[in-house]
C-alpha cells in the first residue's frame, strides 16, 4: 500500500465498501455500511498487503477512515486527497 488511493482500493475491492475519499474524515459511524467487524477484516487486509503488523489498539482508537490509514501508513493523506 503506498497511498491513500490505494487505501481506498483495499476499502473497496476487499471489503466491499463503498467508499470515496470524501469519506475518510467522516466519522466511522457515519461511513455507509462500516461496522465493527470490517474494523478486524481491514486490520487483517492490510496486516496481509503491506507485510506488517497493524497495532489494533491504534487502529481502535481510531475515529475515521483517515486515522485508520495514518495506523497503518505511518504517514498522514495528502491535503489533495
Not at 7 to 20: C, H, K, S, T, W
Not at 55 to 79: I, K
Request: proline share 4%; glycine share 6%; no cysteine.
Amino acid at each position: 500500500m503506498n497511498s491513500i488511493d490505494d487505501f481506498i482500493r483495499i476499502l473497496r475491492d476487499e471489503l466491499g465498501l463503498a467508499v470515496e475519499s470524501d469519506d475518510l474524515r467522516r466519522g466511522l459511524d457515519d461511513v455507509n455500511g462500516w461496522d465493527s467487524v470490517h474494523l478486524l477484516a481491514l486490520v487483517t487486509v492490510l496486516e496481509r498487503v503491506t507485510g506488517t503488523r497493524v497495532s489494533l489498539p491504534d487502529a481502535l482508537e481510531a475515529t475515521s477512515l483517515e486515522q485508520l490509514y495514518t495506523v497503518v501508513s505511518g504517514r498522514r493523506p495528502s491535503p489533495a486527497s
